[in-house]
Every structure is written in structure tokens, then in C-alpha cells.
T-cell receptor, first 118, second 114 residues
Framework: GAVVSQHPSRVICKSGTSVKIECRSL??????MFWYRQFPKQSLMLMAT?????????EQGVEKDKFLINHASLTLSTLTVTSAHPEDSSFYIC??????????????FGDGTRLSIL | AQTVTQSQPEMSVQEAETVTLSCTYD???????LFWYKQPPSRQMILVIR??????QNATENRFSVNFQKAAKSFSLKISDSQLGDAAMYFC???????????FGTGTRLQVTL
């Protein structure tokens, strides 16, 4: 089946550091990837839609300059949390849509990244 | 705008019994898809079952089945012969063609007891 690899799985860093999270589709091409944020015991909230070769589409209330998204190839999207602060601590999950199938086919999720800012 | 509501924050079921998780949704789209995802403690999102809105027949995947009531905008998940491994958070999700993105409910935590 389709596999999405997300790296790193866990990050602990100091306040003010910028952190990059990678999301890779391993066996399919993904023109569209999605980035979600999940607080403890809460649902997944879509942060942005990453489009290969173009600018990401951010959801209302998400700071574009804070959460930089780059989707430079059909298999890789990155999320960079710039100048991270403790309130950015959360679980971040990416998903990818297979470009070779219908739009409404299920998204394939990565295993998530737990980000802890000290 | 799309909304998904899961009114049961927690549910409990005995092993081998049956449990039903509720989900209601709202959308103005006529073409949409509904999903149930399972998130175990590992936090991985696992697709359980999907339903196309244009299909009247309820989807079934082994022990998992849905009761899709389109007019009522209801999409419940039934788990039969519950197993300990079914313990997880279950999220109902709506996908519409226009938005091209998933809208998740708040989740139901399912406990399976011996």
C-alpha cells in the first residue's frame, strides 16, 4: 500500500529554534500534501494544503511566516516551524494524496512528529 | 462550510460485543465522501472504512460497517465482535470535492474491556 514517511518522529529543542519536518511519499507521487496539527486529546486541525510547484494554501488563523511550507517535488513536502516557542509544541501530521488516483481517494498519513519546545 | 460532529467523547465495549459510534455532518455539497479513521496510542492515522455519498449501500469492511443515512446526514460506525486491538480514538471525516480537504470530527475514544 501507499506509504508516507514523516521525519523526525520526535523533536525537542530550545525556544527560538527553527525546526523542519519532512513528509515523503515513498511509492507514489503526491501533487497535494496536507499538514495537520493535533493538540492532546483533540482532533486534527488542517493547517495548510501544500501544492507541488506552487504556494501553499493556509487555513484561516495559521501564520504563513511562522509555518513555512515547501513542496518542491512530487514526493516531498516540508514544514518549517520558524523561531519556535513553547506554544508551538504539538503533534504535527502530514498526509498525501496519490496524484494517480481520483481526488476523493483516501489520503495517506504519515506517523506524525511530536514537537516539544523548551 | 463543512462540519462534522461526534457527540460521544468516550465509549466502552466489552470484548466480543458490538458498539456503534455516532457521527453527523453538514455540507451543502452533493458530491462528498465520508471516512472513519482510527488513531491508536501510536498516533498513526489508519483508515477504517469509507462511504461514497452517491452510494445507497452501506459500506462494510470485515467487522466494521456503517449506517449511512444521507437525508439525516448521519454516518455511524458499527464495530462487531470487538477486540482489544480496536481500542483507539476514532475520527469521522468528511471530504468534499470543492474543498478537496478533510474535515474531522472531535473524535470518540473507544475502550475495550475484558
Amino acid at each position: 500500500g501507499a506509504v508516507v514517511s514523516q521525519h523526525p518522529s520526535r523533536v525537542i529543542c530550545k525556544s527560538g529554534t527553527s525546526v523542519k519536518i519532512e513528509c515523503r511519499s515513498l511509492d507514489f507521487q503526491a501533487t497535494t500534501m496536507f499538514w495537520y496539527r493535533q493538540f492532546p486529546k483533540q482532533s486534527l486541525m488542517l493547517m495548510a494544503t501544500s501544492n507541488e510547484g506552487s504556494k501553499a494554501t493556509y487555513e484561516q488563523g495559521v501564520e504563513k511566516d511562522k509555518f513555512l511550507i515547501n513542496h518542491a517535488s512530487l514526493t516531498l513536502s516540508t514544514l518549517t516551524v520558524t523561531s519556535a516557542h513553547p506554544e508551538d509544541s504539538s503533534f504535527y501530521i502530514c498526509s498525501a494524496r496519490d496524484a494517480g488516483v481520483a481526488v476523493a481517494q483516501p489520503q495517506h498519513f504519515g506517523d506524525g512528529t511530536r514537537l516539544s519546545i523548551l | 462550510a463543512q462540519t462534522v460532529t461526534q457527540s460521544q467523547p468516550e465509549m466502552s465495549v466489552q470484548e466480543a460485543e458490538t458498539v456503534t459510534l455516532s457521527c453527523t455532518y453538514d455540507t451543502s455539497e452533493s458530491d462528498y465522501y465520508l471516512f472513519w479513521y482510527k488513531q491508536p496510542p501510536s498516533r498513526q492515522m489508519i483508515l477504517v472504512i469509507r462511504q461514497e455519498a452517491y452510494k445507497q449501500q452501506n459500506a462494510t469492511e470485515n467487522r466494521f460497517s456503517v449506517n449511512f443515512q444521507k437525508a439525516a446526514k448521519s454516518f455511524s460506525l458499527k464495530i462487531s465482535d470487538s477486540q482489544l486491538g480496536d481500542a483507539a480514538m476514532y475520527f469521522c471525516a468528511l471530504h468534499t470535492g470543492t474543498a478537496s480537504k478533510l474535515t474531522f470530527g472531535t473524535g470518540t475514544r473507544l475502550q475495550v474491556t475484558l
